[in-house]
């Protein structure tokens, strides 16, 4: 997934000091991403900018695509980071300069590690009569520093290990560790990403890692986490500290949780980069634009994307303080 804005302003990433468990609901802005698709973004935001080490989160859909192009992200670079696909519906043909083709499916996870630098295209195969509705998240997780060169890869994993609670609950470990299950997706930091599928009656209570911070993304449905009511398209932060996480639903709802160790390392965040300097990311948008490092995502049957044109603003890097 691409940030499609052509005016990206710098983001300072990191948060406050560590305050223990929290409810911060968090409400997505509207971003328009290609020909017809719309995403909610929910990282980063005014009141939020990373959660562990994962740094940014769009939820879209459901859409109806039958009639549509459905999402179509032209080839694009990206440097310091992972991205995670994830689909409740539909399906999601990913190119790259790897030379990888896959179609990702529902409950099926998209893992791309850009390491030093790739480049990837997405969109919705064509036709898509026998998947019309398109409904997913899109995410992305910042590279420690020690691992920010490392050669770019793409996984496809379908399957993944999933934990049975009382009451209804399955919980799909899509990245990382929860409750001793881990996922076999790749990754560089103390992590997890899940998905919660609550059944109507759902009222348990998930384990969680005390040295933590956590948030729910709403995917659908009504659920209650930790007593609180969640819209579909939210964020729910919850901070860190906590054992287990009570989880309720009067009717069928899905959810995410996105948690990890608090990531303290200062980085800078622009368009589809992350480094660790105004460098950085001068010099990534230079070689996208000249065409060389990233390599070239062969088939899309359109343009590649152009960069945007750097801030006026210095492009400093920032981090959690204590």
Known sequence: MSNLDQRPAPTPCGAEPRTGPVHELLAGREVPLGESTVVRRLLPSLGRRMVGAWVFVDH??????????????????????????????????????LGSLQTVRPRELGLMTSGRAIAHSEESPSPHRNAPILHGAQLWVAL?????????????????????????????????????AASPGTTFSPLVGADLTLAAGTDTALPLTEDFEY?????????????????????????????????????DAAVMLLGGVPFEEEIVMWWNFIGRSAEDIVQARADWEEGSRFGEVKGY??????APALP???????GRTR
Request: charged fraction near 20%; avoid cysteine.
């Open 301 to 306: 049957a359109g343009d590649r994307l152009s």
């Open 144 to 180: 420690p520093g020690e691992h920010r060169h490392t050669a770019p890869s793409f996984e496809h994993h379908t399957t993944l290990p999933v934990l049975r609670g009382g009451g209804g609950l399955s919980a799909t470990v899509i990245l990382g560790e929860l409750d001793g």
């Open 312 to 318: 006026p603003v210095p492009l400093k890097p920032r």
């Open 60 to 97: 879209y859909g459901p859409d109806d695509i039958a009639d549509e192009p459905g999402m179509q992200v032209p080839p694009h670079p990206h440097i310091g980071l992972q991205t995670v696909s994830w689909l409740h519906a539909g399906e999601v043909l990913h190119r790259d300069s």
């Open 215 to 251: 948030a729910v993304l709403s995917m659908s449905g009504a659920p209650e986490i930790d007593g609180v009511p969640l819209p579909p398209g939210s964020l729910f932060y919850l901070g860190e500290g906590r054992r287990h996480l009570p989880l309720r639903s009067d009717h």
